[in-house]
């Protein structure tokens, strides 16, 4: 059987997280569970799980709740992926996970299968949206054509190469996944990197991440 993938829960309602963890099948395995932002924050920078589903609303922490989680887990958001999972459908709590960095939206009336069918999703690298929050994000990041300008100039100040290693980085490939692809060394992954994050004036990869998610560059 092919390894798999490690998944965190986070949620505050431990009936919830068991059942979950029953739900799922035995492609994914269960590492760890967090029911505050604390200690979600704690868990996933210890375990750095594939997959982690994260609840919107949480206790703790400065009060952001599951968006506070994913702006303290930033630097691991190339390789951990996260995956909302919520009792809520309101516009705002989607957009707002989204824009801090999460992968997809889910709401809880979600079947074990298709939070499953998710979890591979969103570790492979896609989007993915429970149907009726699909227009929230649509609406929310859909470029207007000033917006299209605007990315267009600032694309323009990259080279060709730079254009690669960005949209690689954003997709959260590792400096030495990128060397592979681009059969370049690691430490020219690093040189092009510094100049992408200086020319569209970014101090993170997350930042990055998340204006060429917007922009749908990705």
Same mark, same amino acid.
């Given at each position: 059987?092919?390894?798999?993938?490690?998944?965190?829960?986070?949620?505050?309602?431990?009936?919830?997280?068991?059942?979950?963890?029953?739900?799922?099948?035995? *492609?994914?395995?269960?590492?760890?569970?967090?029911?505050?932002?604390? *200690?979600?924050?704690?868990?996933?920078?210890?375990?750095?799980?594939?997959?982690?589903?994260?609840?919107? %609303?949480?206790?703790?922490?400065?009060?952001?709740?599951?968006?506070?989680?994913?702006?303290? *887990? =930033?630097?691991?958001?190339?390789?951990?992926?996260?995956?909302?999972?919520?009792?809520?459908?309101?516009?705002?709590?989607?957009?707002?996970?989204?824009?801090?960095?999460?992968?997809?939206?889910?709401?809880?009336?979600? *079947?074990?299968?298709?939070? !499953?069918?998710?979890? %591979? /999703?969103?570790?492979?690298?896609?989007?993915?949206?429970?149907?009726?929050?699909?227009?929230?994000?649509?609406? =929310?990041?859909?470029?207007?054509?000033?917006?299209?300008?605007?990315?267009?100039?600032?694309?323009?100040?990259?080279?060709?190469?730079?254009?690669?290693?960005?949209? +690689?980085?954003?997709?959260?490939?590792?400096? $030495?996944?990128?060397?592979?692809?681009?059969?370049?060394?690691? $430490? !020219?992954?690093?040189? %092009?990197?510094?100049?992408? +994050?200086? $020319?569209?004036?970014?101090?993170?990869?997350?930042?990055?991440? /998340?204006? =060429?998610?917007?922009? $749908?560059?990705?």
């Amino acid at each position: 059987m092919a390894e798999r993938l490690t998944v965190v829960i986070v949620d505050d309602h431990s009936i919830y997280r068991s059942g979950l963890r029953a739900d799922l099948d035995d *492609s994914v395995v269960v590492v760890g569970e967090a029911a505050d932002v604390d *200690s979600a924050v704690a868990l996933i920078a210890e375990l750095v799980p594939d997959v982690v589903l994260l609840d919107v %609303h949480l206790p703790g922490g400065a009060g952001g709740g599951g968006t506070e989680v994913l702006r303290r *887990s =930033a630097g691991l958001l190339g390789v951990t992926k996260i995956l909302a999972l919520s009792v809520s459908d309101s516009a705002e709590d989607v957009v707002g996970v989204i824009r801090a960095g999460a992968r997809g939206y889910l709401t809880k009336g979600s *079947s074990g299968a298709e939070v !499953t069918r998710s979890i %591979h /999703a969103v570790a492979a690298g896609d989007a993915v949206f429970s149907p009726r929050l699909a227009g929230f994000v649509l609406d =929310a990041f859909g470029a207007v054509a000033g917006e299209q300008a605007e990315t267009s100039e600032e694309l323009d100040r990259l080279s060709a190469r730079e254009l690669q290693v960005m949209r +690689l980085i954003a997709r959260g490939y590792a400096y $030495k996944e990128v060397a592979a692809n681009l059969f370049i060394s690691i $430490k !020219t992954v690093e040189t %092009h990197v510094s100049a992408v +994050l200086r $020319k569209l004036q970014f101090s993170s990869r997350h930042e990055l991440t /998340a204006w =060429a998610l917007e922009r $749908k560059l990705l």
